[in-house]
């Protein structure tokens, strides 16, 4: 998570996330101003979005960039995943109607800033959401995707690597894992 910016009602958040140059979370009453992604991220992250639009092409769901909020009205949290799943129509929240309610699969891309965070408290909040069905996490240092099943209230995981196809159950789609990370560049200038 981002630096904490300050404590403000909902409406402030709305207020300072239109004028602002930069995404910004709201979590229970606090604004925290989210920090820029490297490029391997934004890569991964488009690699991953692009490969769900192509596996979900004529269903029924659609699939969003980071640009899309979601909003957790049970723990008045307000974010922005890497990639967004909804299946079915779009349901906005009551108190912002640019942020969905219903994911059905949410993509963090983890980084060292954020991947505690994911992992954790970010990942509790996600779980409060009844449409979630799977929760993906993207690893930038190998070959990897780890993917949370819902199972009645139980969250099942399940790792696949270099060779494999991840399965996203949910909506029976497969992601290449080698297909995901071709694109791996180095990050050491020329």
Known sequence: MGEAVERASYDEYLRRLAAS???????????????????????????????????????????YSSDLAIRVE???????????????????????????????????????????SDRGEKFRHYQQLPSLREYVLVSQDEPRLEIFRRDGNAWILRSYGPGEHA???SQGV?????????????????
């Open 167 to 169: 399965e996203l159950e």
């Open 174 to 190: 497969t992601l290449p894992i080698d297909e995901l990370y071709a694109d791996r560049r180095s990050s050491a200038a020329p």
């Open 21 to 63: 140059e930069s995404k910004l979370e709201f979590v229970d009453g606090v604004i925290y101003a989210m920090t820029g992604g490297t490029p391997t991220h934004a890569r991964l992250a488009a690699s991953v979005t692009a490969a769900l639009h192509r596996a979900l092409a004529g269903s029924d769901c659609a699939v």
């Open 74 to 116: 049970a723990t008045n949290r307000t974010t922005f995943a890497d990639a967004v799943v909804v299946c079915g129509p779009e349901l906005a929240s009551s108190s912002d109607p640019n942020a969905i309610t219903n994911p059905s699969i949410v993509v963090e891309v983890l980084s060292p800033s954020t991947e505690a």
